[in-house]
């Protein structure tokens, strides 16, 4: 059994390697070796290889997990804690409807 490849689209490739690049920039900053960031992270060095080179397959939190732990801002500049943006977030939510259904037939609303 083949398996396709996941493919993304070019935005989420930019971004993820992007983010990879700033990872790297404050680790080599903040004078940590591959091997440092790893062991606080609690990760392989390769799979610190991989986040740094923007490699879409490791888990999201492992990659947010090394961007703080370099420093580099998640979503708002020096932010110590995102629990402000969390709630606004959930105030939002809680307006929106619990699920999304797609009609299973075309209304007929022509009089």
């Known amino acids: 059994m083949s398996v396709t490849p996941r493919t993304?689209?070019?935005l989420t490739e930019e971004a993820l390697v992007l983010?990879?690049?700033q990872i790297r920039l404050a680790r080599k900053r903040r004078r940590m070796s591959e091997r440092d960031l790893a062991s606080r992270i609690g990760i392989a060095r390769s799979t610190l290889q991989l986040i740094?080179?923007?490699k879409p397959s490791v888990a999201i939190g492992l990659v947010l997990e090394a961007a703080t732990l370099t420093g580099v801002d998640l979503f708002v500049p020096?932010?110590?804690t995102l629990a402000s943006q969390i709630e606004r977030v959930d105030d939002k939510l809680?307006?929106?409807p619990g699920s999304i259904r797609v009609a299973?037939?075309?209304?007929?609303?022509?009089f």
Do not use: F, I, N, P
């Not at 299973?104 to 022509?110: A, F, G, S, Y």
């Open 78 to 80: 020096e932010a110590t």
């Open 52 to 54: 740094e080179r923007g």
């Open 94 to 96: 809680a307006l929106m």
């Open 8 to 10: 993304y689209s070019r």
């Open 104 to 110: 299973r037939h075309d209304v007929d609303d022509d």
């Open 19 to 21: 983010l990879g690049k």
